[in-house]
């Protein structure tokens, strides 16, 4: 939870960069139809600096909402064709699906509103209605009602219900964490420190008084979710940490499944659920064009190549009722297709070398103390702007081979360190892994430059949340929070590097 910071000059400097965090939008284009369930180069123009999201309507299709410098543009991908197109005329924060109605979170005027349209009869209407979302962190939506965060300057953070009509619902004081179920119109609390989720049912009427305790399995308070969380399927939760939780609604037991390292997972991380061969997967992008598939029952893993031109990189993975659909992009289009593992190619990782315990290397840690910061479970921290060379010459050490990879895992011999970079120490058919944390450097490009700034102040106003190690680096002041004041002083870094 974000600590208050007091003085005209923070919030200064936060009005001042509400416009820099929509500056990463280019045209996007529609298409009437695609081809076997792929969107062809002409559907979407989609460079580096465009938007868009897929939104599951928990039937098998899904709703893609786009946006470009100045208009949003929504449109319906049954897996098959794109049928229908709307143009808004304002360009979109984030968006979220009940199913049958699209909320679309915006900023015009200097006030932050949420518009609904529908989709029905092969065509989108609206807006329906509107509310004022000024205060909001993050907001989620089922049975034509919105959940939101809403955060005050003492620290307290409610779940608010708004009813499209009559404004608030219900209120929920003080809240840590909640989840929207919408196909099965549920939504989950946890309430200030409690070791349960409560589970409440939501019809016409809003959110039900009455609601049932989910305890986490045995008593394991390590089987209860601690961070933001969202439902993959009905009984798969997945939270910003890299954890997955299975929900077993009639045993009123949730349990965590499966962890997989937030160093691991792509920058542009999303994960699904993926059926297949009467199994359900976890599919989730630990890297770039590399598909992961975790089997939900018996813990199995294989790892699968997408085979796609050298310049594309797949962007997301979204599961909507029994179809996963996976996104890929370049800097001329974007395109998407229902996932077949079938047609994707295996990885092996036979020769691996041997993984080795940090112990064994004292002269490694000691030469990284020496030079830098080591702390925190192999975490090194660096200046801006450091290089491989330079922390060759740092460390200078014999007996060593030392490879470098940067933060989605591809080899690197020369160039800045930034933050998610790691150095692989081998020695004797071991190796010891070490994390650099550049402050300020969130993207992990070595420097601090707008698209940093950008990052955390998507962050602190709940638009997306960072990993734990890109935390670490946008915790500028070293308080244990990423707040105002360490957007303040990252923007003061920026102006004076520029």
Same mark, same amino acid.
């Given at each position: 939870?974000?600590?208050?910071?007091k003085g005209?000059a923070?919030?200064?400097?936060?009005?001042?960069?509400?416009?820099?965090?929509f500056h990463?939008f280019a !045209?996007?284009?529609?298409?009437?139809n695609?081809?076997?369930?792929e969107?062809?180069?002409s559907?979407?123009?989609?460079?580096?600096n465009?938007?868009?999201?897929l939104? @599951?309507?928990?039937?098998?299709?899904?709703?893609?909402?786009?946006a470009?410098?100045?208009?949003?543009?929504?449109s319906?991908?049954?897996?098959?064709t794109?049928?229908?197109?709307l143009?808004?005329?304002f360009?979109?924060i984030s968006a979220?699906s009940?199913g049958?109605?699209i909320y679309i979170f915006?900023?015009l005027?200097r006030?932050?509103?949420v518009?609904k349209y529908?989709?029905?009869n092969?065509?989108?209407?609206?807006?329906?209605?509107?509310l004022t979302a000024?205060?909001?962190i993050?907001?989620?939506a089922?049975?034509?009602f919105?959940?939101?965060?809403?955060s005050?300057k003492n620290?307290k953070?409610?779940?608010?219900?708004?009813?499209r009509?009559?404004?608030?619902?219900?209120?929920?004081?003080n809240?840590?964490?909640?989840? &929207?179920?919408?196909?099965?119109?549920?939504?989950y609390?946890?309430?200030?420190?409690n !070791?349960?989720?409560?589970?409440y049912?939501i019809d016409?009427?809003?959110?039900s008084?009455e609601s049932?305790?989910?305890? @986490?399995k045995n008593?394991?308070?390590?089987?209860? @979710?601690?961070?933001l969380?969202h439902?993959?399927?009905d009984?798969?939760?997945?939270?910003?940490?890299g954890?997955?939780?299975?929900?077993d609604s009639e045993?009123?037991?949730i349990?965590?499944?499966?962890?997989?390292?937030?160093?691991?997972?792509?920058v542009d991380?999303c994960?699904?659920?993926?059926k297949?061969?009467?199994k359900n997967y976890?599919?989730?992008?630990t890297?770039?064009n590399?598909v992961?598939f975790?089997d939900i029952d018996?813990?199995l893993t294989?790892? +699968?190549?997408?085979?796609?031109?050298t310049?594309?990189k797949i962007v997301?993975?979204?599961?909507?009722?029994s179809?996963t659909?996976l996104?890929?992009?370049?800097d001329?289009y974007?395109?998407?297709k229902?996932?077949?593992?079938?047609n994707?190619i295996?990885?092996?990782?036979?020769?691996d070398?041997?993984p080795?315990n940090?112990l064994?290397f004292? @002269?490694?840690?000691?030469?990284?103390n020496?030079?830098y910061?080591?702390?925190e479970?192999e975490?090194?921290?660096?200046?801006?702007s450091e290089?491989?060379s330079?922390v060759?010459? !740092?460390?200078?050490l014999?007996?060593?081979?030392?490879?470098?990879?940067?933060?989605v895992?591809?080899a690197i011999?020369?160039?800045k360190?930034?933050?998610?970079?790691?150095a692989?120490?081998?020695?004797?058919?071991k190796?010891?892994?070490?994390?650099f944390i550049?402050?300020?450097?969130?993207?992990?490009?070595?420097?601090a430059n707008?698209r940093?700034v950008d990052c955390? +102040? !998507?962050h602190i106003?709940g638009?997306s949340s960072?990993?734990? &190690?890109n935390?670490k680096?946008?915790?500028i002041?070293?308080d244990?929070v990423?707040?105002?004041?360490?957007?303040?002083?990252?923007?003061?870094?920026v102006?004076s590097?520029s």
């Open positions: 939870m974000r600590k208050p910071k005209k923070v919030i200064t400097c936060v009005a001042l960069l509400v416009a820099l965090c990463l !045209n996007i284009k529609t298409t009437p695609c081809s076997a369930g969107i062809d180069s559907a979407y123009f989609s460079s580096d465009s938007k868009i999201e939104l @599951p309507d928990n039937l098998g299709g899904f709703y893609i909402v786009s470009d410098t100045a208009n949003t543009k929504l319906y991908f049954d897996g098959n794109i049928s229908s197109s143009t808004l005329d360009k979109y979220v009940d049958n109605y915006h900023s005027d006030g932050k509103k518009k529908k989709y029905e092969g065509k989108f209407t609206g807006p329906e209605s509107e000024d205060d909001w993050n907001f989620s089922a049975n034509n919105v959940f939101s965060f809403v005050y620290q953070k409610d779940l608010v219900v708004y009813d009509e009559e404004g608030i619902n219900k209120v929920f004081e809240c840590n964490q909640f989840a &929207i179920n919408s196909s099965k119109s549920k939504l609390v946890q309430e200030n420190d !070791n349960y989720l409560l589970a049912n016409e009427a809003g959110v008084s049932e305790n989910i305890a @986490p008593g394991n308070k390590d089987n209860l @979710p601690d961070n969380m439902f993959l399927s009984d798969i939760v997945a939270t910003n940490t954890k997955y939780f299975k929900l045993n009123y037991t349990e965590h499944i499966l962890s997989v390292n937030v160093l691991d997972l792509s991380f994960s699904a659920v993926y297949a061969d009467s976890i599919a989730a992008l890297s770039n590399i992961t975790y018996d813990s294989a790892k +699968y190549k997408v085979e796609l031109d310049q594309d997301f993975i979204c599961t909507s009722g179809k659909i996104v890929w992009k370049n001329a974007l395109k998407a229902i996932l077949d593992k079938n994707l295996e990885i092996k990782n036979d020769t070398p041997e080795g940090p064994d004292e @002269p490694v840690v000691k030469a990284l020496d030079a910061t080591l702390s479970s975490r090194v921290y660096i200046p801006l290089t491989i330079k060759k010459d !740092n460390l200078n014999s007996g060593y081979s030392i490879e470098f990879k940067n933060y895992g591809k011999t020369s160039g360190l930034g933050t998610g970079s790691v692989i120490f081998s020695k004797d058919g190796t010891a892994e070490f994390i550049v402050k300020g450097d969130i993207t992990g490009e070595g420097n707008s940093d955390m +102040y !998507n106003f638009k960072l990993s734990e &190690i935390s680096a946008a915790d002041n070293n244990g990423v707040d105002t004041l360490d957007l303040l002083l990252l923007s003061k870094m102006s590097s």
